[in-house]
């Protein structure tokens, strides 16, 4: 049996998607994790001794007093920027926060203002 050359050929297939999966979940979608710290925690009848104001100045009904938890809120939900106002102190001592209102009534807030720091979960 006689034995032919045969020239070598290269033949490659070029990969197209052609469908989307998101495997990891969307971002867009998920929560953000953030802890209610802003201001000082009073115990009894005093828990709650800050006004809150938005960026605007208009005054949040109710006064706030943090609770201290970690809380889950949408990533594509309202975060107001604004400031809490010790209603026992002058009323310039303002501290900076990010607002959240669970519920459409129940004010958080955080002093943590970098968004990016926050610990995201997806959907």
Do not use: Q
Request: hydrophobic share 30%.
């Amino acid at each position: 049996m006689k034995r032919a050359y045969v020239r070598p050929t290269m033949v490659g297939e070029r990969f197209v998607a052609n469908e989307y999966v998101a495997a990891c979940g969307d971002i867009e979608h998920g929560n953000y994790k953030f802890e209610c710290n802003a201001g000082k925690k009073y115990s009894g009848v005093l828990n709650y001794p800050y006004k809150v104001r938005t960026k605007s100045g208009e005054v949040l009904p109710g006064k706030y007093g943090p609770c201290n938890a970690t809380h889950e809120a949408p990533t594509n939900g309202d975060f107001i920027e604004g400031y809490i106002d010790d209603v026992h102190t002058k009323p310039d001592e303002n501290i900076p926060v990010f607002i959240w209102i669970e519920g459409g009534t129940n004010v958080h807030c955080t002093t943590n203002l970098k968004r990016e720091s926050w610990e995201a979960t997806k959907s």
